[in-house]
């Protein structure tokens, strides 16, 4: 049911993120996907049922230097609208923490934008905790 993405999964994953409110990713969809098939550090996996994928996460692995454990960062973590509540989203999550403790992460970090109440429901029950200042600096606007 959970396997890593594939050059193939590419509109079905823009499908997915125009849900979430990311729409026309269609363009640069498969390039995207083929970067991090190459990219060591990069983990994305679709839930897929009776041949149709439902969920998708992208997590990426981030090595630390001045600490021993390094940390995994989710960047994306979406489910179908017409089967959420059904545990697609803990089984990502699930598989995916055990793959961080595989390679010695000390803590799995989101960013998940504040109109999203429902999301942060999911990850508080899921052990996520809300650690205030986060900054950034847009390079291209």
């Avoid at 849900?19 to 083929?34: A, C, D, H, L």
């Avoid at 595989?102 to 809300?130: K, P, Q, V, W």
Wanted: neutral net charge.
């Amino acid at each position: 049911m959970i396997r890593p993405i594939q050059a193939n999964d590419a509109s079905r994953i823009s499908e997915l993120l125009a849900q979430m409110g990311y729409p026309n990713t269609e363009s640069f969809m498969s390039s995207k996907i083929s970067k991090f098939l190459k990219d060591e550090n990069e983990c994305s996996l679709v839930y897929e049922e009776s041949g149709k994928v439902l969920g998708f996460i992208s997590m990426h692995f981030i090595p630390q230097i001045a600490v021993e454990g390094d940390f995994a960062r989710i960047s994306y973590l979406v489910v179908d609208e017409n089967t959420r509540g059904k545990n697609i989203g803990k089984k990502l999550l699930d598989y995916c923490e055990k793959l961080a403790v595989e390679r010695d992460c000390d803590r799995i970090e989101l960013h998940s934008n504040f109109t999203r109440e429902a999301a942060h429901r999911f990850y508080f029950r899921e052990g996520f905790e809300d650690v205030p200042k986060y900054l950034v600096k847009y390079l291209k606007k």
